[in-house]
């Protein structure tokens, strides 16, 4: 299994250009996040989907923008790009909502926004 | 507001020592507590978890939960330089969706 996977793994925009960050994980997880590291920072959650269908602001939502296409997969978009996003963007899933279940983690995006 | 709180270290520890990482939080209805790693320029990955106040105990790792003084530890015995990396507690709810991740602690053991 490959588990979560996110594409792409590098991506360099200049400010105000827009992209999508794609994710998908083949385990069968009801619900998917969005998380961004920042030196010092930690993981600051964007967005989340608990399961298909929904979608939830996190932390620090505003600039992006998110899909869930389908129970595997689940985009973030920036529209309009600024160097404040330039980040390690990291998608993770879970088993279930509200249950125990730990944070599956993909190996990141690292975006650079000039 | 849910807090994590987790020194940022470094910890430093010599191969072969026992590493005690810590982390508080402050929500009282958490329940459910895991230990991630990161490698540098690494996602992170699990390495424990716990439900229940005690130890427990997985190979080279032992988390250690107390509820009552709200706090959870990751000693890990017998510590190699293969070890050095940052430590990510995360602490849950129960009726939650979101896990919250304290900024981890940096580690780095020293041949």
């Known amino acids: 299994n490959a588990g979560v996977t996110q594409t792409p793994k590098f991506q360099v925009l200049k400010t105000g250009q827009s992209m999508t960050l794609q994710c998908a994980q083949d385990m069968n997880h009801n619900s998917m996040y969005w998380y961004r590291q920042d030196p010092g920072m930690g993981l600051r959650l964007i967005y989340y989907?608990?399961?298909?269908?929904?979608?939830d602001k996190g932390e620090v939502p505003n600039g992006y923008n998110v899909s869930r296409l389908n129970k595997r997969e689940f985009s973030l978009r920036l529209e309009s790009a600024a160097p404040s996003q330039t980040s390690v963007y990291f998608c993770?899933?879970?088993?279930?909502?509200?249950?125990?279940?730990?944070?599956?983690f993909g190996n990141g995006t690292r975006l650079t926004v000039t | 507001q849910k807090e994590v709180e987790q020194n940022s270290g470094p910890l430093s520890v010599p191969e072969g020592a026992i590493a005690s990482l810590n982390c508080t939080y402050s929500d009282r209805g958490s329940q459910s507590f895991f230990w991630y790693r990161q490698y540098s320029g690494k996602s992170p990955e699990l390495i424990m978890f716990?439900?229940?106040?005690g130890d427990k105990e997985d190979g080279r790792f032992t988390a250690q939960l107390n509820k009552a003084s709200q706090y959870v530890s990751l000693l890990i015995r017998d510590s190699q330089p293969s070890d050095s990396a940052t430590y990510l507690c995360a602490v849950k709810s129960g009726g939650s969706y979101i896990p919250t991740f304290g900024r981890g602690t940096s580690l780095i053991v020293h041949p």
């Open positions: 989907s608990a399961s298909e269908g929904t979608t």
């Open positions: 993770a899933s879970r088993q279930t909502g509200t249950g125990n279940s730990p944070l599956h």
């Open positions: 716990i439900y229940s106040n």
